[in-house]
T-cell receptor
Framework: GQQVMQIPQYQHVQEGEDFTTYCNSS?????IQWYKQRPGGHPVFLIQ?????EVKKQKRLTFQFGEAKKNSSLHITATQTTDVGTYFC????????FGAGTRLTVKP | ETGVTQSPTHLIKTRGQQVTLRCSSQ?????VSWYQQALGQGPQFIFQ???????GRGNFPPRFSGLQFPNYSSELNVNALELDDSALYLC??????????????FGQGTRLTVV
């Protein structure tokens, strides 16, 4: 089935540094969703992008959907320890397919 | 809290046994999806149920089966358990949309260990 690839697999940053994770697909996506999973927790919905070139912001988080709708990114400005967790992108055609996730650790 | 509840939270089974996991959907949602998440991996889509019918299936063998009930709650059944079935099993409820633009609300998961 249609897969989404995520990079990097791991990212370790100093608190206050920025963080970006990327999601790529070989085919055009109808939408992309982003989820955050804290250690020991379950995925929690962050945002959905639908339109080509769409950019959405949630406080320090910026989400982008590529013009060709084949890639997306999540950027966190000035990371905090509360940002720790694994960030997943997922494409949803009523059967959600997740990327492998980017695990973020933040050093205080 | 998402309103999606799963039971049990933890379970230990022996290889070859059968297991049933349960999920109660969020109020107002008519679709339930099940995922298997191995340690350090992303959730893998098992199947989805809509209006009590299977509405899509991932790459899992037939020994993984499910049910959705009229109240939209759901069960995941796994027969002939194998050691590799050890994982976190996640249930997610959503409201079916033709445009697929719906978010999924996940339960806390059931941690299954097969020994």
């Amino acid at each position: 089935g249609q897969q989404v690839m995520q990079i990097p697999q791991y990212q370790h940053v100093q608190e206050g540094e920025d963080f970006t994770t990327y999601c790529n697909s070989s085919t055009t996506l109808s939408n992309i969703q982003w989820y955050k999973q804290r250690p020991g927790g379950h995925p929690v919905f962050l945002i959905q992008l639908v339109k080509s070139g769409e950019v959405k912001k949630q406080k320090r988080l910026t989400f982008q959907f590529g013009e060709a709708k084949k890639n997306s990114s999540l950027h966190i400005t000035a990371t905090q320890t509360t940002d720790v967790g694994t960030y997943f992108c997922a494409r949803n055609n009523n059967d959600m397919r997740f990327g492998a996730g980017t695990r973020l650790t933040v050093k205080p | 809290e998402t309103g999606v509840t799963q039971s049990p939270t933890h379970l230990i089974k022996t290889r070859g046994q059968q297991v049933t996991l349960r999920c109660s959907s969020q109020s107002g949602h008519n679709t339930v999806s099940w995922y298997q998440q191995a340690l350090g991996q992303g959730p893998q889509f098992i199947f989805q149920y809509y209006r009590e019918e299977e509405n899509g299936r991932g790459n899992f063998p037939p020994r993984f089966s499910g049910l959705q009930f009229p109240n939209y709650s759901s069960e995941l059944n796994v027969n002939a358990l194998e050691l590799d079935d050890s994982a976190l099993y996640l249930c997610a409820s959503s409201l079916f949309s033709i445009r697929s633009e719906t978010e999924a609300f996940f339960g806390q998961g059931t941690r299954l260990t097969v020994v």
